[in-house]
């Protein structure tokens, strides 16, 4: 394999790399707003919890079922945890990062958008 080969499979890889992230760029806008999202309404529904007066008057569950808002919303959030948002929210780093590691291996990197760049020894 020459090297005008190599090189044209390089770029062919580039492209793909490139396009298969900007791909999950919109997915993964999605789920970080999502999770923005219920997290301040998490974060909301705690505080009217927590300075409710009557929160220390009556127990944990009486309490949780007085504030269905802040219920919810926490278990949506802990939904979303165990359905793997904290993955989808960094996806596209994770394949950056896994593609820098095997590129270490031939002297080359690239950046979050899978540009290519050829380190000098």
């Known amino acids: 394999m020459n090297s005008l080969e190599q090189a044209e499979d390089l770029k062919a890889f580039e492209r793909r790399?490139?396009?298969?992230?900007?791909?999950?760029?919109?997915?993964?806008?999605r789920w970080r707003m999502l999770l923005i999202v219920v997290s301040v309404c998490t974060a909301t529904g705690a505080w009217n919890w927590l300075i409710?007066?009557?929160t220390q008057k009556v127990s944990f569950f009486t309490s949780l079922w007085n504030h269905p808002f802040f219920t919810i919303s926490c278990?949506?959030?802990?939904?979303?945890?165990?359905?793997?948002?904290?993955?989808?929210?960094?996806?596209?780093?994770?394949?950056?990062?896994?593609c820098r590691t095997v590129l270490a291996?031939?002297?080359?990197?690239?950046?979050?958008?899978?540009i290519f760049l050829v380190r000098k020894l």
């Open 17 to 29: 790399l490139t396009e298969y992230i900007h791909c999950l760029q919109p997915a993964t806008g």
């Open 52 to 54: 409710d007066p009557e």
């Open 75 to 98: 278990i949506t959030l802990i939904g979303l945890f165990f359905a793997g948002i904290h993955k989808r929210v960094v996806a596209p780093s994770i394949i950056a990062a896994r």
């Open 105 to 114: 291996e031939y002297n080359m990197s690239c950046d979050d958008v899978s």
